[in-house]
């Protein structure tokens, strides 16, 4: 069982930047994918940003640019810093590890942290 603890958000301002932060415990694949989902006010959750464990990243449009995942593998953490953050940015952020691997596949999910850009 993988567990994922988050820490970081808060709140900034429009065009200031935050960094979250993701630790995962239990025994962590290689074929895992960790990442940055994201629940705006009334929205659906979304994608944000991916990263395997070869470094290869994946960003939503949205967040292209702008925002910077990166794990560490011999921590098993994966990072996100998020720069010209915009009030739209704001939302419950969550941690996932993706297990596509697996048959079924199997998703982990973090208990997520609120991220507010206001002035």
């Known amino acids: 069982q993988v567990q994922l603890v988050e820490s970081g958000g808060g709140l900034v301002q429009p065009g200031g930047s935050l960094r979250v932060s993701c630790a995962a415990s239990?025994?962590?694949?290689?074929?895992?994918?960790m990442g940055w989902y994201r629940q705006p006010p009334v929205k659906q959750r979304e994608l944000v940003a991916t990263?395997?464990?070869?470094?290869?990243?994946n960003y939503a449009d949205f967040v292209k640019g702008r925002f910077t995942i990166a794990r560490d593998n011999s921590k098993n953490t994966v990072d996100q810093l998020m720069n010209s953050l915009k009030p739209e940015d704001a939302a419950v952020y969550y941690c996932?590890?993706?297990?596509?691997?697996?048959?079924?596949?199997?998703?982990?999910w973090g208990q997520g942290l609120q991220v507010t850009v206001s002035s």
């Open positions: 996932e590890l993706d297990r596509p691997w697996m048959a079924p596949p199997a998703e982990n």
């Open positions: 990263v395997d464990a070869d470094g290869t990243t």
């Open positions: 239990g025994i962590i694949y290689r074929g895992d994918i």
